[in-house]
């Protein structure tokens, strides 16, 4: 069962940027192309899912950062909503139904291990497809992923009344250059939990887990 930890707001060196940006709502958002040359290559010669890889390079940073897990507690006793930082999140994401142009939205609980995330993936998103409601009921703690594979794009928004405290992230389809395979990444979030430096550190891990688990999966097979 997730756990949370309150946010010692004296201690926190963010404690005045996030009572700033809670009187003043925004969103924060940036997006940018990472190499996934390695990776695709690996998924596709492996026979693993691109999809699932990607989605887990993205949850395996989110659950690396405390800015990316942050979520807010009430009580009677206190005057408003404190911070608070849950100790795992897990990644909802649309499963396409071509015939309806549809989708329904599940999640996978998040795992180190890939392999496994990868086929509990497999698995809800089965489940998923057989479906015809919006989404099926999730956990608190999750984030929220979207891919939009039919169009490569340079930046992407959606307009909400408060942002989310929880991330927000989306990707493209990919475009080849120069012999490299580049995805679009895009990622939103309440500007009372990060900055364009937590942002940019998030696309940069990204790139990274990508390599990573590109070696891990061509060692594999």
Not at 119 to 148: C, H, I, Q, W, Y
Request: glycine residues 4%; contains cysteine.
């Amino acid at each position: 069962m997730a756990e949370t930890r309150l946010i010692e707001m004296d201690r926190w060196p963010r404690a005045a940027h996030y009572r700033h940006f809670t009187d003043y709502p925004c969103a924060v958002s940036l997006t940018d192309e990472i190499d996934v040359t390695d990776l695709r290559r690996a998924c596709r010669e492996a026979g693993v899912s691109m999809t699932a890889s990607v989605l887990w390079c993205a949850a395996a940073v989110v659950n690396a950062h405390e800015e990316f897990r942050m979520t807010e507690l009430d009580s009677p006793e206190w005057d408003a909503p404190r911070p608070a930082v849950w100790d795992v999140v897990h990644p909802v994401y649309n499963v396409f139904h071509p015939d309806r142009e549809t989708y329904t939205a599940a999640f996978t609980l998040y795992e180190e291990d890939f392999a496994r995330f990868a086929a509990r993936m497999k698995e809800d998103a089965a489940r998923a497809e057989r479906l015809d409601v919006m989404g099926v009921p999730t956990p608190p703690n999750v984030f929220e992923t979207s891919a939009v594979p039919w169009r490569h794009f340079t930046a992407v928004e959606a307009q909400t009344g408060i942002p989310s405290l929880a991330p927000m992230i989306v990707w493209g389809g990919f475009r080849e250059a120069d012999g490299r395979v580049l995805l679009p990444l895009s990622i939103a979030v309440s500007h009372a939990a990060a900055d364009g430096f937590h942002l940019a550190r998030f696309l940069n891990e990204c790139e990274e887990r990508a390599r990573r688990l590109a070696a891990e999966i061509g060692g594999a097979g």
